[in-house]
């Protein structure tokens, strides 16, 4: 199964993957990102690599 990882030392909590994915990613009032699950669904793939695609610091990776 896929899951998704995040290089938090790259990230910048910028929000653009919570845009796309509110519901697997979410950033608290401090700015800091949350996974809400790493599980890469049939559901949510396609927004998941969206996500990955659109990430400015390429910090998001899906792994099998």
């Given at each position: 199964?896929?899951?998704?990882?995040?290089?938090?030392?790259?990230?910048?909590?910028?929000?653009?993957?919570?845009?796309?994915?509110?519901?697997?990613?979410?950033?608290?009032?401090e700015d800091y990102?949350?996974?809400?699950?790493?599980?890469?669904?049939?559901?949510?793939?396609?927004?998941?690599?969206?996500?990955?695609r659109q990430c400015?610091?390429?910090?998001?990776?899906?792994?099998?």
């Amino acid at each position: 199964m896929s899951r998704i990882e995040v290089d938090f030392g790259l990230c910048e909590s910028n929000g653009v993957c919570m845009g796309i994915i509110p519901e697997v990613f979410d950033l608290d009032d401090e700015d800091y990102l949350h996974v809400l699950t790493d599980e890469v669904t049939p559901d949510n793939e396609q927004q998941v690599r969206e996500s990955v695609r659109q990430c400015p610091r390429q910090a998001i990776a899906i792994v099998e």
